[in-house]
C-alpha cells in the first residue's frame, strides 16, 4: 500500500481545510486508516481513525467535534475535514494504514504517506 496525503496548507484560527489520502493497492479497503500528527518538538500523536466500511470512527479528544473522517474505497481515498482550526492543530499530518484494531497505536501502522502540513496562525 502506498499513501499520498494532500491538502494542507495555512489558515487562519476558526478556518478550516480538508486533507485527502489517496491509496495504492487492492487491499485498501480491508484495512483500516488513520490520522496522526507531530508539532514541532512534539511527539506524533493520533487523531482519527476509521474502519474498514467506515462504520467505526474514532477520534482524539483534541479533535471530537471539529474534525470529521471519512473514507470512499471507490476512489481508495480518506478524508479529514477540519474545521474551527485552532493554532495548536499547527502540525504535519500524516495518514497511515493498518490491518490492526490498535487503531491509536502508532506502531501498529505499517504504511505511512509522506505528510502534509497545515498551519493554523491565530
Known amino acids: 500500500v502506498q499513501l499520498q496525503a494532500s491538502g494542507g496548507g495555512t489558515v487562519q484560527a476558526g478556518g478550516s481545510l480538508r486533507l485527502s489520502c489517496a491509496a495504492s493497492?487492492?487491499?485498501?479497503?480491508?484495512?483500516?486508516m488513520g490520522w496522526f500528527r507531530q508539532a514541532p518538538g512534539k511527539e506524533r500523536e493520533f487523531v482519527a481513525a476509521?474502519?474498514?466500511?467506515?462504520?467505526?470512527?474514532r477520534y482524539a479528544d483534541s479533535v471530537k467535534g471539529r474534525f470529521t473522517m471519512s473514507r470512499d474505497n471507490a476512489k481508495n481515498t480518506v478524508y479529514l475535514q477540519m474545521n474551527s482550526l485552532k493554532p495548536e492543530d499547527t502540525a504535519v499530518y500524516y495518514c497511515?494504514?493498518?490491518?490492526?484494531?490498535?487503531?491509536?497505536?502508532?506502531?501498529?501502522?505499517?504504511?505511512w504517506g509522506q505528510g502534509t502540513l497545515v498551519t493554523v496562525s491565530s
Open positions: 493497492g487492492r487491499t485498501f479497503s480491508r484495512r483500516y
Open positions: 497511515a494504514s493498518t490491518s490492526s484494531d490498535w487503531v491509536r497505536r502508532g506502531g501498529e501502522y505499517d504504511y
Open positions: 476509521i474502519s474498514r466500511g467506515g462504520g467505526d470512527i
